[in-house]
């Protein structure tokens, strides 16, 4: 089956500092890619999501990348913020009737004002 | 339009009680599943539901029950808890047409 791995697990960054997190998927039949963010006590809330017939996609400070070849995917998010601190998960799905989603284990994100 | 609504949303439990937790949307979504979120180890997939009278099972779903009578509810089944079922659960929806799941707030289970 399918199986995410996701780097670093925790990151730290000075305020206004770019943050990348770095994801790897082992099925290449997957072709939906979610990231989520999750605040303390919340449920995760989708950010920005990638599907396989694109590479990129921006939605004003967060991109994702994604490599079908090396089947790897990141989330890059500029100029940040406090209010980004969170922990942050990506996943993989086949999509649509089949999409049950296999996320990663999560990157705690800590901006430093 | 509440979205995914979870309740309660923190139970203590003794070893071998049975409890129900509870999972509503009002989005008609036909997909809807149950994950379990643990230090370290993400969100995994507990059991998944693609409409009323259909269910399935996720990567982890030893010890956890689950039924599908109504689009709009999905209910989570613990019949005997254990200590390694202490987690944070969380259910979530979706069009089977698109991907973009909603998660619930989520229920912290304590079991003791």
């Known amino acids: 089956g399918e199986n995410v791995e996701q780097h670093p697990s925790t990151l730290s960054v000075q305020e206004g500092d770019s943050a990348v997190i770095k994801c790897t998927y082992s099925?290449?039949?997957?072709?939906?890619f979610p990231w989520y963010k999750q605040e303390l006590g919340k449920g995760p809330q989708l950010i920005i999501d990638?599907?396989?017939?694109?590479g990129e996609k921006k939605d004003q400070r967060i991109a994702v990348t994604l490599n079908k070849t090396a089947k790897h995917f990141s989330l890059h998010i500029t100029e940040t913020q406090p209010e980004d601190s969170a922990v942050y998960f990506c996943?993989?799905?086949?999509?649509?009737?089949?999409?049950?989603?296999?996320f990663g284990k999560g990157t705690k994100l800590s901006v430093k004002p | 339009n509440a979205g995914v609504t979870q309740t309660p949303k923190f139970q203590v439990l003794k070893t071998g009680q049975s409890m129900t937790l509870q999972c509503a949307q009002d989005?008609?979504?036909?997909?809807m599943s149950w994950y379990r979120q643990d230090p370290g180890m993400g969100l995994r997939l507990i059991h998944y539901?693609?409409?009323?009278?259909?269910?399935d099972q996720g990567e982890v779903p030893n010890g956890y029950n689950v039924s599908r009578s109504t689009t709009e509810d999905f209910p989570l089944r613990l019949l005997s808890a254990a200590p390694s079922q202490t987690s944070v659960y969380f259910c979530?929806?979706?069009?089977?047409?698109?991907?973009?799941?909603?998660f619930g707030p989520g229920t912290r289970l304590l079991v003791l």
């Open positions: 979530a929806s979706s069009k089977l047409d698109q991907e973009t799941q909603y």
């Open positions: 099925d290449s039949a997957s072709n939906y």
């Open positions: 990638i599907r396989s017939n694109v």
């Open positions: 996943a993989a799905s086949k999509g649509g009737s089949q999409g049950n989603l296999i």
């Open positions: 989005m008609n979504h036909e997909y």
């Open positions: 539901s693609v409409g009323a009278g259909i269910t």
